[in-house]
């Protein structure tokens, strides 16, 4: 190595160890602004923290906010081979669902079908409707839309592909509010699939308790028709319309026995229903309903903290710098010299 560029390396060396100290010196010259200003800023943290958690959480500026959530299984087992294809297609959803993304051949899932629900205007308008959002949230301008865009920032909905769970939570300063707009968004959506017949158990069970009702009302009219046709006979009809009145309790009573064996068979299918069901995994299975949680989900106080304190203590830096190079300046005076005339000509 010459002697030349043995001169220039220590040159440059000497030049960086210049460069820290002069840097050094600026931070010790003004450390009592950046210890000064760095102080303030974590106070001011601490107190602005202690203030909201003292106030209302309806006045607070920075209030606790609860997140319940309600899990679900959602079942995509059944999915394939377009059956949730057809069943979109008959509901009128398939080109609604394939503009949210999701197709509507073979291999769509209903997981994503439950995400997508999740975002219709059918869904939010009866949350916002059913806990009158509009009201609570005092908005004025574009009321439906707005509340739908509000309720989509604080209702999340999200499916997990490694377990198949399906979630629902929603954020409010109010714990046993939110519960219950989850809670509702869960039967919400548990009903916008029973209505959609995806889940066929779920379908025969709710037409064959329904066919159950009305057989055995229709028994109880029949017998309370029987009766009545006993007592009128026993009660001194006339000789005339005794055999009528016969006539009319038989035929009564062959369609008595006739809705008795109708209720016979509705009970059996109803009890292998119930073994079926037991032991098929349903489409939308409810695992965990919300529950008013006990720990705030935000917002997180000492991070907060440490945030604006480390941003004071850059901030403090910085201005130090610019306070330093600001006296440089006015310190040299060709510097100054230069800014004047140049302030001069602009003026002119």
Aim: aromatic content about 8%.
């Amino acid at each position: 190595m010459s002697q030349s560029e043995n001169s220039n390396q220590i040159t440059a060396n000497e030049d960086d160890e210049i460069s820290l100290i002069d840097l050094l010196a600026v931070l010790l010259k003004y450390k009592k602004m950046i210890i000064g200003v760095t102080v303030f800023a974590m106070f001011f943290a601490i107190v602005i923290s202690i203030i909201s958690l003292i106030l209302p959480p309806e006045k607070s500026f920075l209030p606790n906010e609860y997140t319940p959530k309600a899990l679900m299984l959602i079942n995509d087992s059944s999915s394939s081979g377009g059956t949730l294809s057809s069943m979109l297609s008959s509901s009128g959803l398939g080109s609604l669902a394939s503009l949210a993304g999701i197709s509507s051949s073979a291999g769509s899932t209903y997981s994503s079908l439950a995400t997508y629900f999740a975002t219709t205007n059918t869904f939010l308008d009866s949350i916002v409707d059913e806990f009158n959002l509009i009201e609570k949230w005092e908005i004025k301008k574009s009321p439906r839309a707005n509340s739908r865009k509000l309720l989509k920032e604080s209702l999340i909905a999200e499916f997990d592909d490694d377990s198949g769970v399906f979630s629902i939570s929603f954020t409010d300063i109010d714990g046993e509010f939110a519960k219950s707009v989850v809670n509702y968004a869960v039967k919400l959506m548990e009903n916008m699939f029973l209505d959609l017949g995806i889940d066929k158990n779920l379908l025969e069970k709710k037409n064959l308790e329904q066919n159950i009702t009305n057989t055995k009302n229709e028994i109880l009219r029949l017998q309370r028709r029987t009766k009545q046709l006993e007592s009128s006979v026993s009660y001194g009809a006339s000789a005339s319309t005794i055999p009528e009145i016969m006539t009319e309790t038989q035929m009564v009573k062959l369609e008595l026995e006739a809705q008795q064996q109708v209720y016979t068979q509705l009970k059996t299918q109803q009890e292998l229903l119930k073994i079926k069901m037991a032991s098929d995994t349903p489409v939308f299975q409810i695992i965990e309903e919300a529950e008013i949680p006990d720990q705030k989900s935000g917002p997180s106080r000492g991070k907060l903290c440490i945030i604006i304190t480390f941003a004071a203590i850059f901030i403090s830096i910085f201005l130090a710098f610019a306070l330093n190079a600001v006296q440089n300046i006015k310190n040299d005076r060709e510097a100054m010299q230069k800014i004047k005339s140049g302030w001069n000509n602009e003026n002119k």
